[in-house]
T-cell receptor, first 112, second 111 residues
Framework: RKEVEQDPGPFNVPEGATVAFNCTYS??????FFWYRQDCRKEPKLLMS???SGNEDGRFTAQLNRASQYISLLIRDSKLSDSATYLC?????????????FGGGTRVLVKP | EPEVTQTPSHQVTQMGQEVILRCVPI?????FYWYRQILGQKVEFLVS????????KSEIFDDQFSVERPDGSNFTLKIRSTKLEDSAMYFC?????????FGSGTRLTVV
């Protein structure tokens, strides 16, 4: 089983619509969870951390379900600029400096 | 906003040649990393570096790879004898402990 698994998409989303997608992780001891955004041939950029209680940052909402070992990202009122690949990222332990494990990404295409 | 700077942005090399990829991390960061991304695949961890030594490395990071912090500002990844399958985007990252900033990457093409 892959450490971090994502639906590769693409999710074709009309502008203004809501899109949501999940990611599953295999290591139940994982401590930290993130969503990164990656534009074509660019570096990953942190979108948001994911907290146990769920958290929101503007149009973006992230949820964590430890029992089922998945995290989710919901994008409301999609903008054309939201078109990107969204990377689910897990850090196995809380130790400072620990590596990140990336999923393969979910591609989102927002269309007018 | 502070940046992680990587040079060159694109490097083409012949199979079997040595390459050195360079990174200037953010100045007050303590942890340094190299990741790679083969075209169309996921970002993969290579190595982390703290307190002037490797703190963790993946199975990808075999004897042909090495890292160095030759002075107070640069952090380098050396690939001793490049193979075709080393062609990838190589990302340097640095962090204070929690959280990372990635550089814009070096695209390595081995021909």
């Amino acid at each position: 089983r892959k450490e971090v698994e994502q639906d590769p998409g693409p999710f074709n989303v009309p502008e203004g619509a809501t899109v949501a997608f999940n990611c599953t992780y295999s290591n139940s001891a994982s401590q930290s969870f993130f969503w990164y955004r990656q534009d074509c041939r660019k570096e990953p950029k942190l979108l948001m951390s994911v907290y146990s209680s769920g958290n929101e940052d503007g149009r973006f909402t992230a949820q964590l379900n430890r029992a089922s070992q998945y995290i989710s990202l919901l994008i409301r009122d999609s903008k054309l600029s939201d078109s990107a690949t969204y990377l689910c990222v897990v850090r196995p332990t809380g130790a400072a400096g620990n590596k990140l494990t990336f999923g393969g990404g979910t591609r989102v295409l927002v269309k007018p | 906003e502070p940046e992680v700077t990587q040079t060159p942005s694109h490097q083409v090399t012949q199979m079997g040649q040595e390459v050195i990829l360079r990174c200037v991390p953010i100045s007050n960061h303590l942890y340094f990393y190299w990741y790679r991304q083969i075209l169309g695949q996921k970002v993969e961890f290579l190595v982390s570096f703290y307190n002037n030594e490797i703190s963790e490395k993946s199975e990808i990071f075999d004897d042909q790879f090495s890292v160095e912090r030759p002075d107070g500002s640069n952090f380098t990844l050396k690939i001793r004898s490049t193979k075709l399958e080393d062609s990838a985007m190589y990302f340097c990252a640095s962090g204070p402990g929690n959280g990372y900033t990635f550089g814009s990457g070096t695209r390595l093409t081995v021909v």
